[in-house]
Antibody
Framework: EVQLVESGGGLVQPGGSLRLSCEASGFTLSSYWMHWVRQAPGKGLVWVSRINHDGSTWYADSVKGRFTISRDNAKNTVYLQMNSLEAEDTAVYFC??????????????WGQGTLVTVSS | DIQMTQSPSSVSASVGDRVTITCRASQGVSTWLAWYQQKPGKAPKFLIQGASGLQSGVPSRFSGSGSGTDFTLTISSLHPEDSATYYCQQANSLPLTFGGGTKVDIK
């Protein structure tokens, strides 16, 4: 069964850092692009970042320079390092896999999400 | 950035009704358009890719159409379990963007 499990969320003060993890199982992580998508409380979905199978990365403007996506294929895990956190970063963070090797910008499947709360 | 605009933002319909949700892109995305269903407290579920390609296991009462800038998601006969928020998403160019969502309630 293809599965993604996020961890690492929690309460952090403004200006602080947090590292999210997304552990993958049931598929070969190295073959897929991986994404992070977030959802602020009561709001819609917002794409945050993508890492290709070759390690190249892309970011939404709102997080560029503060967030870093990375992957460890040997550990079947994708990470999101979040620095200089702001209240506006408060959200549930979902990791998602590119749907297939030929259509990697659709999100399927998704993890269950991990809540990040930035507050003093 | 490509802006995705969904309408309506919410709809209330009865079981058995036909429900149509529209999604408009601020510039052409060809058929690089997906639809997702999200229920409260859950992760989104991938329904449709390429504007009209129904994913395996998704009931056939769901269908998608459109290309370029205008797209629709149709539920031909609403079931109680279809109560959810639906999002469109363009995959034509980065940043990948979603519509604001359409909440479907059962009367």
């Amino acid at each position: 069964e293809v599965q993604l499990v996020e961890s690492g969320g929690g309460l952090v003060q403004p200006g602080g850092s947090l590292r999210l993890s997304c552990e993958a199982s049931g598929f070969t992580l190295s073959s897929y692009w991986m994404h992070w998508v977030r959802q602020a409380p009561g709001k819609g979905l917002v794409w945050v970042s993508r890492i290709n199978h070759d390690g190249s990365t892309w970011y939404a403007d709102s997080v560029k320079g503060r967030f870093t996506i990375s992957r460890d294929n040997a550990k079947n895990t994708v990470y999101l390092q979040m620095n200089s956190l702001e209240a506006e970063d408060t959200a549930v963070y979902f990791c998602a896999r590119g749907h297939s090797t030929s259509s990697q910008n659709w999100f399927d499947p998704w993890g269950q999400g991990t809540l990040v709360t930035v507050s003093s | 950035d490509i802006q995705m605009t969904q309408s309506p933002s919410s709809v209330s319909a009865s079981v058995g009704d036909r429900v149509t949700i529209t999604c408009r892109a601020s510039q052409g995305v060809s058929t690089w358009l997906a639809w997702y269903q999200q229920k409260p407290g859950k992760a989104p579920k991938f329904l449709i890719q390429g504007a009209s390609g129904l994913q395996s296991g998704v009931p056939s009462r769901f269908s998608g159409s459109g290309s370029g800038t205008d797209f629709t998601l149709t539920i031909s006969s609403l079931h109680p379990e279809d109560s959810a928020t639906y999002y469109c998403q363009q995959a034509n160019s980065l940043p990948l963007t979603f519509g604001g969502g359409t909440k479907v309630d059962i009367k």
